[in-house]
Structures are given as C-alpha cells and as structure tokens.
Nanobody
C-alpha cells in the first residue's frame, strides 16, 4: 500500500490550496484517513481526520478554514485549505489506517507535500 500526496505549493496569505492523497496497492478497505503537518523546528501535528463513516475532526488552529473529505471510489482523501496563514506553512502528510487482510490493519504514511504561505 502506498499513499501519494500532492497539491502543495506557494500561496499568498488569504489564499487557498487543495491537497490530495491517493492510496494505491492491494487492500480491503481504508478506515480513518488523516492529514498531519510538520512545520520547521516543530513536532508533527494532527490537522484533520475523517472516518470511514464520514465523521470529521479538526485541530483548533484550522477549524473553519480547512475541510477534509474523501472519495472512497477513487481511494482519495482531500484537504481544502482556505484563508491560509503564514503559520500554516509546513510539510503536509497524509496518513491512513488500511485493512490489508480480514484481520490485519496497518497504518501508512505518504511522503509529504510542502505548503508555503508567504507574500
């Protein structure tokens, strides 16, 4: 199983970006899907989670600005980021709990995509 994140880039404060993460390989289903981020000199932090049932949860710092969604038919998770602030600058990682066999679930990480918010 591989997770491939894309969509990062340079954006001005107040702008928007949409991150996408594709899960590929052989698996039975994807459970929770998450976006994490790691800013320079800081620890990795959980930004948003979406369950297999569509329930979502967000870090306080991004509530009202970011929206996580998923398309199970395409094995993708998205992060719509609006009203971006310089403090959102970080490498963003997708993460997922994937059921690879009837009684086996593993956690996987994508490679990260850099988001830079600067004027």
């Amino acid at each position: 199983v591989q997770l491939q994140a894309s969509g990062g880039g340079l954006v001005q404060p107040g702008g928007s970006l949409r991150l996408s993460c594709l899960a590929s390989g052989t698996f039975r289903e994807i459970n929770d899907m998450n976006w994490y981020r790691q800013a320079p000199g800081k620890q990795r932090e959980l930004v948003a989670t979406i369950t297999s049932g569509g329930s979502t949860n967000y870090a306080d710092s991004v509530k009202g600005r970011f929206i996580i969604s998923r398309d199970d038919a395409k094995n993708r998770v998205y992060l719509q980021m609006d009203s971006l602030e310089p403090e959102d600058t970080a490498v963003y990682y997708c993460n997922a709990d994937v059921r690879t066999a009837l009684f086996r679930t593993r956690n996987y990480w994508g490679q990260g995509t850099l988001v830079t918010v600067s004027s």
